[in-house]
């Protein structure tokens, strides 16, 4: 038997799946395609979560365009975080070029250009569903988290916290829960101290210092009603094809504190809303995260302790994460090792730094008789790469470097009538579109202190009753000289020296 023909049934084997999967695209032997030799990954261990890394320019995003509209294909949603916009043309059809036909040649499949459901989503001023939360919803200990308090500061929120709960003031906003923070160290501070012990001004103030800065990178967008209902999420179209749900987050890279909330919110959300799945075949939702270094970059140790932990356990609730990252040393180790797939596009090896990096990153793959790791990693072209999945009993299938599939809608963005369009026809835009401002903390507290106020006006109008006149009395100064102990003695003496 020739080595191809060895390889070929090496990856044939190591690739079989009984239940369905997704075709990556062919494997390589020395540079170059062996046709048919395909690199499939069963649905099945899709929710075991992967990593797409590679440097810049070496077809990432082209491979999170290729897994998620094959992805739809299979009648899974997916939710795309597009951090550069680039990602919009999954909508329309490919144009096809001669280049694409003859990777496909190559590889052994046919070409199809088609679109698919798209529902465009926005955090922020830009046009599509927009995405929020309520502060209530967010709850006190992710909130903590985010702002990277102390445990001190951490009891104060989860006391506001409680103290809406029993006192039914809905925290939606910032501003609600900013009014809660000052009304307990001001004008409800009687209040707060009999029921919930006393709270120090110094700390509600480094609390109120840290929502400002939250605030100042744009979360007050997020934050409020409508709240978003995740479910939303998992839409498939009447074709049976799965949502593609795409964040378009162009404006918030230089914003990192408010991605990570609004990731961790999100996640924490799917986590308590979708049910244990148990053993199933195929996921429920799959998110892929462009950039992903940007909710490493700054996090806290608590707030990467919470990713850990959601990442841990979202996956028996069939929800499957990939992160899309230049460096596998951007992800934390901690996530790192829990990811399944891993398509690894070619690095670069231009400083000491990025040799080590390489290195680090070979030893991460299992060892191949086919492979010099190191040097594929290095020599990989644009729209190639090493893949390593796991097979449906969980084992790593047989490293292989991939010459990946064309993505078979638009590579480029959509045109801005096309995306008006898009945006015009959404059931969801509609939905989440009008800003709701119901009464809340900021109001009710405001209404209570405005009452307050105007008892105490009033009792100081009212005509002065006796008691109030003989209290008066007792504080006049001139009485409190003609009553004090030493004057009395002083007249005592007088009257001593008078008689005698
Ligand atoms: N699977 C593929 N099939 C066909 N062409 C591809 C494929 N992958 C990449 N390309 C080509 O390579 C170009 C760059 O790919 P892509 O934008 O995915 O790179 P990237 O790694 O995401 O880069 P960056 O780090 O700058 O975001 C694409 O515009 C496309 O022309
Ligand atoms: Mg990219």
């Keep these: 038997m020739s080595t191809r023909d060895e390889f070929f049934s090496h ?32 649905l099945k261990t899709l929710n075991r979560h992967g990593l797409i890394a590679g440097a810049t320019g070496t077809g ?142 110094s700390s509600t103030g480094t609390i109120l210092r840290k929502i400002i800065e939250l605030e100042q990178q744009g979360a007050d967008l997020f934050f409020g009603e409508k709240s978003f209902e995740v479910d939303d999420l998992t839409r498939i179209d009447k074709n049976g094809k799965g949502y593609i749900n795409i964040i378009r987050l162009t404006d918030i890279q230089d914003r990192p504190k408010l991605f990570s909330t609004f990731m961790l919110s999100l996640l924490a959300e799917i986590y308590s809303t979708f049910p244990e799945q148990g053993d199933s075949d195929s996921p429920e939702l799959i998110l892929f995260i462009d950039e992903a270094h940007l909710i490493f970059k700054e996090a806290s140790k608590a707030l990467l302790d919470q990713i850990e932990g959601i990442v841990k356990l979202i996956r028996s609730k069939g929800i499957g994460l990939y992160f899309v990252t230049q460096n596998p040393t951007d992800v934390p180790n901690e996530v790192l090792a829990q990811l399944g797939l891993k398509v690894q596009h070619a690095l670069r090896a231009f400083t000491a730094r990025d040799r080590k990096a390489i290195k680090l990153t070979a030893e991460n793959y299992p060892e191949s008789p086919y492979y010099n790791t190191k040097e594929v990693l290095t020599s990989l072209g644009i729209g190639e790469a090493l893949i390593s999945a796991l097979d449906e009993k969980g084992r790593p299938t047989p490293l292989a470097a991939t010459l990946l599939r064309a993505p078979m809608s638009r590579m480029d963005v959509l045109t801005d009538s096309e995306l008006k369009t898009a945006i015009k026809s959404s059931k969801l835009v509609k939905k989440y579109g009008e800003v709701i401002d119901r009464e809340s903390a900021y109001e009710i507290l405001n209404e209570k202190i405005e009452k307050a106020e105007k008892a105490a006006e009033k009792e100081k109008a009212k005509p002065k009753s006796k008691s109030s006149r003989r209290r008066s009395t007792r504080q006049n100064p001139v009485i409190k000289v003609l009553t004090s102990a030493t004057f009395i003695r002083g007249v005592l003496g007088v009257l001593k020296k008078v008689l005698r």
């Design 11 to 42: 990856i044939e084997k190591g690739y079989t799946t009984k239940g369905d999967f997704i075709t990556m695209g062919a494997a390589m032997l020395d540079g170059e395609a062996v046709t048919d030799a395909y690199v499939k990954i069963p």
């Design 60 to 201: 990432k995003t082209k491979t999170l365009q290729v897994l998620a509209e094959n992805l739809s294909e299979k009648g899974i949603p997916v939710l795309l975080m597009d951090l550069k916009g680039d990602l919009s043309g999954i909508a329309q059809p490919s144009p096809g070029h001669p280049k694409i036909d003859e990777r496909h040649q190559k590889i052994g499949l046919p070409f199809e250009a088609k679109g698919f459901p798209v529902e465009i989503l926005s955090l922020s001023e830009q046009d599509g569903v927009k995405l929020r939360a309520t502060v209530s919803e967010f709850g006190p200990t992710l909130l903590s988290r985010i702002l990277d308090l102390t445990v001190t500061q951490e009891g104060i929120v989860a006391v506001v916290f409680k103290y809406c709960d029993d006192n039914k003031l809905p925290l939606l906003d910032l501003k609600d829960f900013k009014k809660v923070l000052q009304y307990a160290t001001g004008e409800g501070k009687k209040e707060f101290a009999k029921d919930y012990g006393r709270i120090s001004t």
